[in-house]
Each structure stands twice: as C-alpha cells, then as structure tokens.
C-alpha cells in the first residue's frame, strides 16, 4: 500500500521560508519522478515542481528562484524547500508520485503580508 505524508507547512510572514517534506512508504521514490502541486481556495490544482528520477528539475514560472525541490533517496523523502515566500503561495500543498493517482493528504501553508 502505498502512502505519501506530507508536513511542513505553518503560517509564516511574507518573504519567510518553509520546507516541506513527502515522506513515502510502499513506493521507492528514487526510481519515479515526483512532483509537488498546490491549491488555493477557489482555484485549480496547479503544478509547482518536478524532479525525474534522474535528479532533473523543473519549477512553474510562478516559483522558479524561490523554490527548491529535493529529494533524499535513502530517506524515501522528497523536500520542498520555499524561500521568499508571497501571500499569494498561499495553498494546500500536496505530493504526488508523477502521473500517478498517489497524493498525499496535503499540508497548509499561509503567507501573511
């Protein structure tokens, strides 16, 4: 059975950082690509960042530069790491083994101006 858990998340000021971390079990992440996806009240899921199975990376325009995503194979764990972050990263962040239907449940970050 597969499981993704995500934490991490909190309510920091505008222009602080967080980490975010997805631990699995069930899955070896090394070997898929994975990716983290946010949603803000009243909007789309949206794609935030992807890391192949080979260490490449990709960012949405939104985040690229302030955003880092990571992972640590030997702790089964892919990180977000969020820095200068802005009231309008506000969202629900999730975890996702890449075109997959396994996500975790999600964890909240607010950023207040």
């Known amino acids: 059975q597969v499981q993704l858990v995500e934490s991490g998340g909190g309510l920091v000021q505008a222009g602080g950082s967080l980490r975010l971390s997805c631990a699995a079990s069930?899955?070896?992440?090394?070997?898929?690509?994975m990716a983290w996806y946010r949603q803000a009240p009243g909007k789309q899921r949206e794609l935030v960042a992807v890391?192949?199975?080979?260490?490449?990376?990709n960012y949405a325009d939104s985040v690229k530069g302030r955003f880092t995503i990571s992972r640590d194979n030997a702790k089964n764990t892919v990180y977000l790491q969020m820095n200068s972050l802005k009231p309008e990263d506000t969202a629900v962040y999730y975890c996702?083994?890449?075109?997959?239907?396994?996500w975790g449940q999600g964890t909240q970050v607010t950023v207040s101006s």
């Open positions: 890391i192949g199975s080979g260490g490449s990376t």
């Open positions: 996702n083994v890449r075109l997959s239907t396994y």
């Open positions: 069930g899955i070896a992440l090394g070997i898929n690509a």
